[in-house]
């Protein structure tokens, strides 16, 4: 079979991606756009018209948008949706996918299910209890702010944060409960997220640190130290596990955090199936490192590279910097890179003020940036990181300067 004919049957192939999310979304797109004319089939669990996530937390959620459809043309581009359906497993040797609509076939498999979010133990059906991952959430939540309740948040992470500023926005009354001794105590080092600390009280939001959950009662939080926190309702954001535990049995290789184990072209260890966005994690060579990304930047570029592997067009290895941002208390932050826990901090600015960055370096190497109100340093920091450019400590530590003039 010659070159010729090999291509013209991988583009007649029919690919099934699991999970209408960004991710599973643009990797259809993608098989469209780079030229792929078998069948497309994309499949997703919730039975709503496939949607962006970031607005939940923001416009959704305070009733400024009723929701946040991708602005796509599914029956244009020739995709078929299956919605209201979720896959219950994997048969390799079949090549099928099994969903509760019955079986489907494929020729090739995307999983980008993403992630769900952490249950708190000895919640799950509270009243009052509530998580913030889906459309259907955020309009179960959309009242509970309109009448200003009381509202616990249990978790300092991003979405946390987030979802107490919308609170606040409402004028409700928001306590944040959190167990580590400060707010993303998973995400940046305790110098970094200090400042951070402050933004919730000059928001009216009480923060309240190492505070573990004993339980939920009707009407409070009772925290391990005995102490009750009046709550109208609790909402819960401890973080977030890739969405795998249907492909057990499936044969398809899981790390330690869950998430399929994806190559640097983001196959998984099955012929023909394939992972992209939140539920996989792949090796990169830049940080020489294996990342679990959960973030939407990582979830719009990892399908281009899954689309041109189903194409044949041999794409190179997917090594993203990763990006993501977050606007919190009247504060817009971004971050781009990945930093080490030995890597050299550089801080540009006031910590204390409106608007400062974070530097990372590797020896002399930027490698990650965490800018807050500085969208400048964020664009420069981030062509200087996917450079591997050499950078002047002494230089770089000058807030005035700017950033791409403190090279070495």
Known sequence: MSEQTQAQERTKRRVV??????????????????GFTGTVTLIGAEPHQPYDRPPLSKAVLLGKSEGSAFDVDF??????LQLGCEALGVRPADHELDTEAGPVRYDVLVIATGAEPIRLPGAEG???????????????????????HDIVVVGAGWIGAEF????????????????ADRPLAGALPAEVAAPMAAWYADSGAELRTHARVERVEPGAVVLDDGSRVPAGAVVVGVGARPATAWLAGSGIELGAHR?????????????????????ASFPSGRYEDRLLV????????????V????????????????????EQFGRFVQYVGHHAPDDTTVWRGDPSGAAWTVC??????LVALLAVGRPRDLAQGRRLIEAGAEMSPALLADPARPLKSATA
């Open 360 to 365: 990372w370096l590797r020896d002399t190497r």
């Open 259 to 279: 998430e399929i184990l994806a190559d640097d072209h983001l196959r998984t260890s099955l012929p023909d199936v394939y992972a992209v966005g939140d539920c």
């Open 75 to 80: 029956e244009a581009l020739d995709i078929e």
């Open 307 to 326: 689309a041109a592997n189903i194409i044949g067009e041999a794409p190179a290895a997917y090594d993203p910097v990763p990006y993501f941002w977050s």
């Open 17 to 34: 991606v699991v999970g209408a999310g960004m991710a599973g979304v643009q990797t259809a797109v993608a098989l469209r756009e780079q």
């Open 126 to 148: 509270v009243p009052g209890v509530h998580l913030l991952r889906t459309l259907d959430d955020a309009e179960r939540l959309r009242p509970v702010l309109a009448r200003q």
């Open 294 to 305: 959960h973030h939407w930047d990582n979830a719009l570029q990892g399908p281009r590279t």
């Open 164 to 179: 107490a500023t919308a609170a606040r926005e409402a004028g409700c009354r928001v306590t944040v409960v959190e167990a």
